[in-house]
């Protein structure tokens, strides 16, 4: 049932972008690039909400895989800076790693 109104939001959202992109094209041979970009335009908007409707939100970024290299390369970057960084710079970085393991955890539950 889900699915069903999945795909009819789908068809109602380029409905309403046709729709609503019509004025954008004329007749004219002059307007035919200008015409097949819009088309390309709209599909990968199709594409898009396909895919955040069958797999969520933001399917082309893995932020888990990202926070865990944000933590080891800035864990890496601390053991070979720390002498050189200012107190305070230090500590901003302590508490981003902090942060960045507590959502880290968050994900494995």
């Given at each position: 049932?889900?699915?069903k109104?999945?795909?009819?939001?789908?068809?109602?959202?380029?409905?309403?972008?046709?729709?609503?992109?019509?004025?954008?094209?004329?007749?004219?041979?002059?307007n035919?690039?200008?015409?097949?970009?819009?088309?390309?335009?709209?599909?990968?908007?199709?594409?898009?909400?396909?895919?955040?409707?069958?797999?969520?939100?933001?399917?082309?970024?893995?932020?888990?895989?990202?926070?865990?290299?944000?933590?080891?390369?800035?864990?890496?970057?601390?053991?070979?800076?720390?002498d050189?960084?200012?107190?305070?710079?230090?500590?901003?970085?302590?508490?981003?790693?902090?942060?960045?393991?507590?959502?880290?955890?968050?994900?494995?539950?």
């Amino acid at each position: 049932m889900f699915l069903k109104k999945s795909v009819r939001l789908i068809i109602w959202l380029t409905w309403l972008k046709n729709k609503q992109g019509r004025n954008d094209i004329s007749s004219s041979l002059q307007n035919l690039e200008h015409a097949k970009q819009l088309n390309q335009e709209r599909l990968l908007e199709i594409n898009n909400l396909k895919n955040i409707l069958a797999y969520g939100n933001n399917v082309n970024n893995n932020y888990k895989l990202n926070t865990e290299k944000r933590l080891l390369y800035t864990e890496g970057y601390l053991n070979h800076n720390a002498d050189h960084m200012s107190d305070q710079s230090f500590k901003n970085a302590k508490v981003k790693q902090e942060n960045r393991k507590n959502q880290l955890d968050q994900f494995k539950i």
